[in-house]
């Protein structure tokens, strides 16, 4: 499965998974209360399967219904949206040396100098 789990998902799909993690759990009634301009019962159903197809959706059966749980812990998942968002993010802890070198007093200072001349 693809690590940028953003990247693979349409709209809805997003809009579904995002439902799922706020409510932990929930049944096709219940994602489909939650979405905005919601499409048809079958038409949810039939992306839960896709996605549970995909890897990120899984599904137990409760009485007459299936119950749906995000399949990717949600730490997981916050970090490929960061990995979206900042291209440093993805490539490790390449990021920290620009982080501790802005945070130095000093350079900062020599920085905001060097900024404002080429302004």
């Known amino acids: 499965m693809n690590r940028d ?19 932990g759990k929930a049944s096709v009634a219940e994602v489909l209360a939650e979405l905005p301009d919601p499409p048809s019962y079958s038409a949810v159903r039939g992306m839960l399967t896709l996605l549970e197809e995909k890897g990120h959706v899984r599904h137990k059966r409760d009485g007459m219904r ?10 997981k998942a ?10 440093h993010f993805s490539r490790g802890r390449q990021w920290l040396p620009r982080l ?5 007093p000093a ?4 920085l905001r ?7």
């Open 113 to 119: 100098k060097e900024i404002n001349c080429r302004r």
């Open 78 to 87: 916050r970090q490929s949206a960061l990995r979206q968002l900042d291209p």
């Open 5 to 23: 789990i953003g990247t693979q998902l349409g709209r809805r799909e997003r809009q579904i998974v995002e439902v799922l993690y706020r409510l």
């Open 66 to 75: 299936y119950v749906y749980t995000p399949a990717i812990a949600r730490a």
């Open 107 to 110: 350079r900062n200072c020599l």
């Open 100 to 104: 501790r070198f802005w945070r130095c």
